[in-house]
């Protein structure tokens, strides 16, 4: 695990530069960079494991820069999370609606930003002890491939948004609060909100299409997947 790329996009070189010495201490490889045009120039060549980016870039801003990632088939499946010193709630989740996996605020702790990067590369790469879980004719999950197919198509999923269908196809038909889909995702590392976890499955709904109606709201308590 220790071993994964991170790319820094960060236009102020003291964060990048202690953001980086912190991920290479603790076994990470880590390459930083000052804005969208160095990251995308990189991209052509390598993909990285993960990007932490910030919002207020010179140029083209993290919003922009997230959507499009999530855009282009190459970088949509790159975990994503924002460092930024907007802490409204509204900015948290316009990113998280942009679909990125995490949103850390400054000033913060490297510490934690390790943590968050080690959960969210766990979500990503965790051992899974099951190959396919067939939910329906129409939807299957290959949890070996990492690969959803709803109504014969492939659909390209985040790795959160991956995560939150593999726990809901786990059991269908329970219901999850949205506290333990918290739970299941970032364990105690988790200092999101809970409306979080409503930015996903909407997300997750739209790109699953029809097989989407299978997830079913249940009203001021959480979610759960089932067949029509």
Not at 79 to 107: C, Q
Request: charged share 35%.
């Amino acid at each position: 695990m220790t071993d994964k790329l991170i790319a820094i996009v960060d236009d102020d070189k003291e964060i990048q530069s202690l953001v980086s010495q912190y991920l290479t201490k603790d076994g990470f490889k880590a390459k930083g960079m000052d804005d969208a045009e160095s990251l995308f120039a990189y991209l052509e060549n390598t993909l990285p494991d993960l990007i932490i980016l910030d919002l207020m870039l010179p140029g083209m801003n993290g919003f922009e820069v997230c959507k499009k990632l999530r855009e282009k088939d190459r970088t949509t499946a790159i975990p994503i999370i924002i460092l930024s010193g907007k802490a409204e709630e509204s900015d948290k989740i316009s990113g998280l609606d942009l679909g990125a996996d995490d949103y850390v605020v400054k000033p913060f702790s490297v510490e934690e930003l390790g943590a968050r990067v080690r959960a969210v590369l766990r979500r990503r790469y965790s051992d899974l002890k099951e190959n396919k879980i067939e939910v329906s004719p129409d939807l299957t999950i290959d949890l070996e491939r990492y690969i959803v197919t709803s109504c014969g198509e492939e659909v390209d999923l985040t790795p959160t948004e991956f995560r939150i269908l593999e726990l809901l196809a786990s059991r269908k038909g329970q219901v999850f609060t949205r506290e333990r889909i918290l739970d299941y995702l970032w364990g105690e590392e988790k200092v999101v909100v809970e409306r979080t976890v409503d930015v996903h499955i909407r997300h997750l709904r739209e790109k699953l299409g029809k097989t989407g109606e299978m997830i079913k709201n249940v009203r001021g308590i959480g979610y759960k997947l089932e067949e029509k």
